[in-house]
């Protein structure tokens, strides 16, 4: 019976413990991996024309992992359903999920989580989180609108933000067929995130 115990025990140590900084950059790996292959994908590509056939791969940012953060997350209770603004005028309805609190380089920073609403209603979406931010990188390195990263509902109170895997909207890369939520003021980030996809001009003649 103690040896039962104590194996739980341990069990549940490591179920909890950090994952190691090699299974980390294998995800952000594995994510770009994914994220190349979508845009080479004719079915799922924003690219059109020359941008489509003449991409190779996404310039990414170096893989760093103190852009990998665990944050303390406070659900938002009560919360009302709203019209999100988008790049072509239009709106869609999000619901704010909860807020982020984190420190990165040594500043404390926050970050407004949302739940698309008719996203979530599908098959395989049930737990998605969106994410949208603006930081100083933008309009130089990255694309002037911001960046967006895909979450899960977490099962606690902590959520890992890892902005090694944060990407471009389509609106990056197609401004003409797609509407792109436009980044809330509250996510604007007073820091420079040096993580995830860069800004690349062939896409943007």
């Known amino acids: 019976m103690r040896n039962a115990v104590t194996v739980a025990f341990f069990s549940l140590l490591m179920a ?7 299974n980390s950059v294998q995800e952000i790996q594995e994510f770009q991996k994914e994220l190349n292959a979508e845009y080479k994908n004719p079915r799922e590509t924003p690219l059109r024309g020359t941008n489509f056939t003449d991409f190779k791969e996404h310039p990414f940012f170096p893989i760093d992992l103190q852009y990998r953060v ?48 008719a996203l979530s209603q599908k098959t395989g ?37 890892d902005f090694n895997k944060s990407y471009q909207p389509y609106c990056a890369y197609n401004a003409y067929d797609y509407n792109c939520p436009i980044v809330p003021l509250e996510n604007i980030l007073k820091t420079r995130i040096e993580a995830g996809v860069k800004y690349d001009d062939i896409y943007h003649h």
């Open 125 to 161: 979406f049930e737990d998605h989180l969106f994410l949208p931010f603006r930081d100083e990188t933008n309009g130089k390195e990255t694309y002037g609108g911001g960046k967006y990263m895909d979450l899960k509902i977490p099962g606690g109170n902590k959520i890992v933000l």
């Open 70 to 117: 665990t944050a303390d997350f406070r659900k938002t209770e009560n919360a009302v359903p709203f019209e999100m603004p988008t790049s072509s005028g239009k709106t869609r309805t999000y619901v704010e999920y909860g807020k982020a609190d984190f420190v990165l380089k040594g500043q404390p920073f926050t970050l407004t989580v949302y739940r698309n609403i």
């Open 16 to 22: 909890c413990a950090p994952k190691p900084a090699h």
